[in-house]
């Protein structure tokens, strides 16, 4: 961190440092930080902790909002949990169609999605 203290990369590592030792609120300011600064895996590990209540209450809103702007970036895990809302209509409504396009979005790039598809 003193090397590099503005590196989003470094920030987000420092959040899954603090996320695996489950303090989950410094992981949350740290990924914070980091989406902030566009860093898209980040803004998938926000989106993944509202959606899951980790550090922060449950918040699908919030989830997808984070979601996306890291699935306009192409991060798949993004992509594929984003979907998982939409099969689930957890935070959006209900929407086969649209599950399975961000499934086959994630599919192209993360194979272990494929399975999901329907």
């Given at each position: 961190?003193?090397?590099?203290?503005?590196?989003?990369?470094?920030?987000?590592?420092?959040?899954?440092?603090?996320?695996?030792?489950?303090?989950?609120?410094?992981?949350?300011?740290?990924?914070?930080?980091?989406?902030?600064?566009?860093?898209?895996?980040?803004?998938?590990?926000?989106?993944?902790?509202?959606?899951?209540?980790?550090g922060v209450q449950t918040n699908y809103a919030e989830?997808i909002i984070w979601y996306r702007k890291a699935t306009?970036?192409?991060?798949?895990?993004?992509q594929t949990n984003l979907g998982s809302l939409y099969?689930?209509?957890?935070?959006?409504?209900?929407?086969?169609?649209?599950?399975?396009?961000?499934?086959?979005?994630?599919?192209?790039?993360?194979?272990?999605?494929?399975?999901?598809?329907?």
């Amino acid at each position: 961190m003193q090397q590099y203290p503005n590196s989003s990369r470094v920030i987000e590592q420092l959040g899954r440092a603090y996320e695996k030792n489950k303090d989950f609120r410094s992981a949350l300011v740290q990924y914070q930080k980091a989406a902030q600064q566009g860093y898209a895996t980040a803004q998938y590990n926000l989106g993944r902790m509202y959606a899951t209540g980790q550090g922060v209450q449950t918040n699908y809103a919030e989830a997808i909002i984070w979601y996306r702007k890291a699935t306009d970036q192409g991060n798949a895990a993004a992509q594929t949990n984003l979907g998982s809302l939409y099969a689930n209509g957890q935070g959006v409504a209900q929407n086969y169609v649209e599950a399975a396009k961000w499934y086959r979005k994630a599919a192209e790039q993360y194979p272990s999605a494929e399975g999901r598809l329907v």
